[in-house]
């Protein structure tokens, strides 16, 4: 780190590194970790004091579809290493299958969003990587097809990140968008998926409001959309691993993320979605009589903005066929899953017991650029695609690929050629992949 006199006051700063990661969500921080386990020295940018994304501040609180229908692993890696230490810390339910409240099956593991920030801080220091937290994304200098280097805004001033490789794990895409990188547009009839405002009610007798049948949750959950309560007809929920507490995923708000009035009028609105549905809880649903509101998320939980242009589109086909890639980095099996900015229904298309699909690591390198990664739910896919591997189970697996895919490209780089993330081989990368535990099929 390189400091020197601002005539203002204070220091102006410069930080060098192989591997610059903006933004501190789930993706970006296994990006972080499997780059820094590498051997690359890693800058992680998060505007946040806390790393995790919508798995902390979104307040999701499950991971979601770690195997096939039948049971077969297709998560694992960094991922499994995740659930394992919140485990320690007594932060995770066991693995579980379940029927959600539309009947569709599903598995996941449940977790505390607060503990998750101690063991993401665990994970980043215990790899070396150099955090720099309460730090919003400023401005992206390049020099050509090469990403010279980020100015992010923090309390002490404007600093300078300097780095071989950029991985963007913003979610909206902010550094590419920045750099000129061209997004996907949406296809006819296409729409943006909405956001949603967790909310945490309790107390709760999960021994009846589980013992629910899906008919029962089905009648209670249209009822609450007809009569206002809900904002559309769901009664998901997970459960705190340390209470009789559960946190809801049961709002819509249909917004595009990236228009900031919008977007401060959704924290809004969404705040007054979980407030109602917290009464039609309490008022209607067995389990319920005695809970109340107990917190918001941080933040809405945002599935979909910009969708980065790469040098492979991820489309819906692929991942029914399913088509096997040379270069797939990850794989999964969670259902596309569309759920409409307005109304109450989803859009949902399951998949066959044992199938699972593959992502390649063309669809994380956008086609204008040299030495940048995409990870998270800005990824070069399909609108329908994207509906399928946003969760953060398969983020976390496409973190943790390019992570080392930025560590390999950046200790490569020529003198004066720049860090090239197309010259990583992809038998190499998925070889490094493997020895760290990932599941690939």
Known sequence: MNAGMNPHGGSSLVLEA????????????????????????????????FLGGNATAGAVAQFNSWQTGNGRKVVAGLAEE?????????????????????GHRMDRVEYAPEVLKLVLDDMVAEAGVRPLLHASLLGVDCNGRQVAGLRVLTKGGVLAVRAGVLVDASGDMDALKQAGARFLELGDGEALQPATMMFRFGPIDFGRFGALSKAELAELAARGYAQGGLARAALHSSRDPYSDDGWFNISRLGIDATDPLALGAAEIEGRRQAWKAATFLAAAVPGCENGRLRAFATQVGVRETRRVEGDHVLTAGELLAPVQFPDAIAAGAYPIDIHPAQGGALHYVPMDDDHAYQIPYRSLIPTTLDNALVVGRGISASHEALAAIRVMTISMAVGHAAGIAAAIAAKAAGAGMGAQVRAVEPPVLREALVRGGAVLA
């Open 18 to 49: 192989d591997v610059a990661v903006c933004g501190g969500g789930i993706a970006g921080t296994m990006a972080a970790v499997a780059a820094a386990r590498q051997g690359a020295s890693v800058v992680l940018v998060e505007r946040y004091g």
């Open 82 to 102: 995740v659930v394992s230490r919140l485990r320690l810390y007594g932060g995770a339910r066991a693995h579980e299958s379940f029927v959600m409240s539309t």
